[in-house]
């Protein structure tokens, strides 16, 4: 079954990666890039909290109003919290993990096959920009669909349903982000690719679940291009011993 193939995979590549020097040490880094960079995000936050929400609405002198304003206050500090938190991630995914992201992809592609694919004769920095183009969209589509999945929730009688959709949506893309990242090494067109995802909706389901677990989540982000490129390897497999496979 797809979700849990999905399961097993993040928890293989977790594994792959504890044991391999070269993979820990480039899991580690991005793990420290996660804390460093929400960490900072979280105490700009903080530092600033006072200053915006009296910029948007100043506080009160009237005890009849000022109640509301505590609690319109404390509604937009998780608001903003969760802005800055986004606009930290994706930061740090487009600027500084895509970069580890897809050298551990490399190095687990060598692992597993005896080598490393190479469908181009474009240099290295030439394909590091490309794959800096293909992580903008990978990053901002999950934000900006999960953002929208809040707004109807909020805004309709649907937010109890769709408090389930939105963590369900975001953990697929969070799981396609690093399944991609092989294909688009070798520069399968993004249509084709994002075909590619919505085929194995279940399996990015599976794959994604384990990074709702608190704390943990961290940990498997970290080390998630390892079991995404084992998937992809073995589905590479698969569809050269059943040409029917291939998807």
């Known amino acids: 079954m797809d979700i849990l193939r ?4 993040n928890f293989r590549g977790l ?3 504890l044991r391999t020097p070269r993979l820990l040490l480039l899991g580690l880094l991005r793990f420290l890039a996660f ?11 903080f530092a600033y909290q006072q200053d915006i929400i009296q910029l948007i609405w100043a506080k009160p002198e009237s005890l009849w109003v000022l109640w509301l304003w505590y609690l319109a206050a404390w509604l937009l500090s998780l608001v903003l919290l969760a802005l800055t938190s986004v606009m930290g991630y ?3 995914q487009v600027l500084f993990c895509v970069v580890i992201m897809d050298q551990m992809s490399r190095i687990t592609e060598r692992l597993i096959t005896g080598q490393e694919k190479k469908p181009t004769t474009k240099s ?8 800096i183009k293909q992580e903008i969209p990978r990053t901002i589509i999950p934000v900006l669909v999960t953002l929208v999945i809040m707004g109807i929730g909020w805004l309709t009688p649907l937010g109890p349903f769709l408090s389930i959709v939105g963590p369900v949506a975001a953990v697929m893309f969070l799981a396609w982000d690093n399944t991609d990242l ?4 070798q520069f399968y067109p993004f249509t084709e690719r ?3 995802f919505r085929r194995r909706l279940l399996f990015h389901l ?3 679940l384990p990074f709702l677990i608190p704390l943990v989540n961290v940990l498997l982000l970290s080390f998630a291009p390892v079991g995404a490129t084992l998937y992809q390897v073995e589905k590479g497999n698969d569809a050269a011993a059943d040409p029917v496979a291939v998807g």
Do not use: D, H
């Open 15 to 17: 594994l792959l990666g």
């Open 194 to 196: 994002f075909r590619m």
């Open 6 to 9: 999905g399961i097993q995979l």
């Open 124 to 131: 290295f920095p030439a394909q590091l920009v490309y794959l």
């Open 182 to 185: 092989l294909p688009a090494r």
């Open 206 to 208: 599976g794959f994604g």
């Open 35 to 45: 804390l460093v960079i929400g960490v900072g995000a979280a105490v700009v936050f």
């Open 90 to 92: 994706v930061v740090c």
